[in-house]
């Protein structure tokens, strides 16, 4: 029962990001400006979409009781997260 919450937690955190990195790829955010630059611009849309599938496959393993699949999604979405964060960190202007 404590890891459905867990993961239900993760969810929402993974729609979150997901939902902001969309809303965000014509709009300056952080030390970001994808507005100015088409690469990057990209890359938050293809990182957006990819946590909303996460965030999709996250809530099904909600209600699937296999303890490996859900390990194995919450794996994928750590790398993930930090994945994006090395490739963006990459545009940031010093």
Do not use: W
């Not at 996460?54 to 099904?60: A, K, P, R």
């Amino acid at each position: 029962m404590l890891i459905r919450i867990l993961v239900l937690l993760a969810t929402i955190v993974l729609f979150a990001i997901g939902r902001f990195l969309l809303n965000h790829t014509n709009k300056p955010f952080m030390m970001l400006h994808p507005e100015n630059n088409q690469a990057l611009s990209k890359i938050v849309k293809f990182y957006g979409i990819v946590f909303c599938v996460l965030t999709v496959v996250s809530v099904i393993a909600i209600f699937i009781p296999d303890i490996y699949f859900v390990t194995t999604i919450m794996v994928i979405s750590c790398i993930m997260l930090l994945v994006m964060e090395l490739t963006l960190i990459t545009f940031i202007n010093k």
